[in-house]
């Protein structure tokens, strides 16, 4: 009997048990109070800059500065120290942690990709929040192409396995990206 070759060529990753991974409140819990942090940010520069500005008497407007500086501080708040030790306020309030699919801290490569997908898109707040109830590992669609696992802060892996490519086909497009394949249980 000729015996199956399976590929392992994307390499291993973990998983966790399903008692790990945040439902839907805890992460919105994580993701308002993430955002009220950051429109607080925001609001305060724009305070400070006005009454700089207004002290300076200066003509100009302080908008553009005041949108480079928020900007640099929402990256630097939604990517380095979200994958830091330290975390997001939302992130500790609510219990949670954010690793990628190896069991380690993301890049921040990684981290920006996912900012950008969660603001650009391809995937919008409504279909990451559809998705997030519909898959078997409580991931996001843009951790599932970012390569992320966002999990309690006290997860521990249950275990590895081989990653493979995982398709869907929606839109007329087969976007493809790696995923865990958990070993099966037999009776």
Same mark, same amino acid.
């Given at each position: 009997?000729?015996?199956?070759?399976?590929?392992?060529?994307?390499?291993?990753?973990?998983?966790? @048990?399903? !008692?790990?991974?945040?439902?839907? #409140?805890?992460?919105? &819990? *994580?993701? /308002?109070?993430?955002?009220? =942090?950051?429109?607080?940010?925001?609001?305060?520069?724009?305070?400070?800059?006005?009454?700089?500005?207004?002290?300076?008497?200066?003509?100009? @407007?302080? !908008?553009?500065?005041?949108?480079? #500086?928020?900007?640099? &501080? *929402?990256? /630097?708040?939604?990517?380095? =120290?979200?994958?830091?030790?330290?975390?997001?306020?939302?992130?500790?309030?609510?219990?949670?942690?954010?690793?990628?699919?190896?069991?380690?801290?993301?890049?921040?490569?990684?981290?920006?990709?996912?900012?950008?997908?969660?603001?650009?898109?391809?995937?919008?707040?409504?279909?990451?929040?559809?998705?997030?109830?519909?898959?078997?590992?409580?991931?996001?669609?843009?951790?599932?192409?970012?390569?992320?696992?966002?999990?309690?802060?006290?997860?521990?892996?249950?275990?590895?396995?081989?990653?493979?490519?995982?398709?869907?086909?929606?839109?007329?497009?087969?976007?493809?990206?790696?995923?865990?394949?958990?070993p099966r249980k037999f009776a």
């Open positions: 009997m000729k015996h199956l070759q399976v590929d392992h060529s994307l390499g291993e990753g973990i998983y966790f @048990s399903q !008692e790990s991974y945040p439902g839907f #409140i805890r992460r919105l &819990i *994580a993701m /308002v109070t993430d955002g009220a =942090i950051l429109m607080f940010v925001g609001i305060a520069i724009w305070i400070f800059l006005a009454l700089l500005f207004y002290v300076l008497e200066s003509h100009r @407007s302080p !908008e553009a500065l005041h949108f480079v #500086i928020w900007l640099t &501080i *929402a990256w /630097v708040y939604m990517t380095e =120290i979200k994958r830091s030790r330290l975390r997001t306020i939302g992130y500790r309030l609510s219990g949670l942690r954010i690793i990628d699919i190896r069991g380690s801290r993301p890049s921040l490569t990684r981290m920006t990709l996912r900012l950008l997908m969660w603001t650009y898109g391809p995937f919008n707040f409504i279909l990451d929040l559809i998705w997030l109830g519909a898959d078997s590992e409580r991931q996001t669609l843009r951790d599932c192409y970012c390569g992320t696992y966002v999990v309690r802060a006290t997860a521990q892996p249950e275990g590895s396995a081989p990653m493979h490519l995982t398709r869907y086909f929606a839109g007329g497009i087969a976007p493809s990206y790696p995923r865990v394949v958990r």
